[in-house]
């Protein structure tokens, strides 16, 4: 525009809905949750391989999924109520440590100690 410059202050405002209910934007926080799901783990069997190696299986095992959800008073309610017989009969979690990237390693093979 002929060297003009023009300069235009925008406002935003971060609105957060919940996700259960979309039209409900006040009071809404987010809660985190840890979900169990199923997933494949690998263990070792306790088998060798031709070449010596131990024998790998895949099973199904429970795993904690954290999660984030925002809720709006009444979806809130409703998760307390709903998870209400399971925090009564629960007990505090160990803090969980950091996990390191990459592949376990391989734990040697545990031999009874024997009777002598």
Not at 29 to 55: F, R
Request: charged letters at 30%.
């Amino acid at each position: 525009m002929n060297g003009q410059t023009v300069e235009t202050q925008i406002y935003g405002r971060t609105v957060i809905h919940c996700d259960i209910e979309p039209d409900v934007t006040e009071d809404v926080h987010s809660v985190e949750i840890v979900v169990p799901v199923w997933a494949d783990e690998e263990y070792e069997t306790g088998e060798q391989n031709e070449d010596g190696s131990n024998t790998i299986a895949v099973r199904q095992a429970l795993k904690p999924e954290r999660r984030i959800v925002d809720l709006g008073p009444d979806s809130l309610k409703a998760l307390q109520e709903a998870l209400q017989p399971f925090a009564v009969v629960s007990r505090p979690a160990e803090e969980s440590t950091p996990k390191k990237r990459g592949r376990p390693a391989k734990k040697a093979a545990q031999t009874p100690p024997s009777a002598s």
